[in-house]
């Protein structure tokens, strides 16, 4: 099983950034998919995240309006479209279905 993070980097403030997080080794149709962030000195915290079935989704308070969480169930793969990006976004961020987590997307905004 591997999940695989891509499309972190450095942005300016108010610039935007896709992640995207590929999942190899099972299907992940039945898992909701969900994406966290973590900076040094902090517990991991939730961003977003996408229902199995519906494709309702939640946000953390901080994001909402800014990010939007989506799933492509034929890519088995789920996206994090952040817009509006803060300096306060920059973390490491991580890809979770199920028990299984990625390794991890640097995301850094500079202001």
């Known amino acids: 099983v591997q999940l695989v993070e891509s499309g972190g980097g450095l942005v300016q403030s108010g610039g935007s950034l896709r992640l995207s997080c590929i999942v190899s080794?099972?299907?992940?149709?039945?898992?909701?998919m969900s994406w966290y962030r973590q900076v040094p000195g902090k517990e991991r915290e939730l961003v977003a995240t996408?229902?199995?079935?519906?494709?309702?989704?939640n946000f953390a308070d901080s994001v909402k309006g800014r990010f939007t969480i989506s799933r492509d169930y034929a890519k088995n793969t789920v996206y994090l479209q952040m817009n509006s990006l803060k300096p306060e976004d920059t973390a490491v961020y991580y890809c979770?279905?199920?028990?299984?987590w990625g390794q991890g997307t640097q995301v850094t905004v500079s202001s």
């Open positions: 979770n279905v199920g028990s299984y």
């Open positions: 080794g099972f299907t992940a149709s039945s898992y909701h």
């Open positions: 996408i229902t199995n079935v519906g494709r309702s989704t």
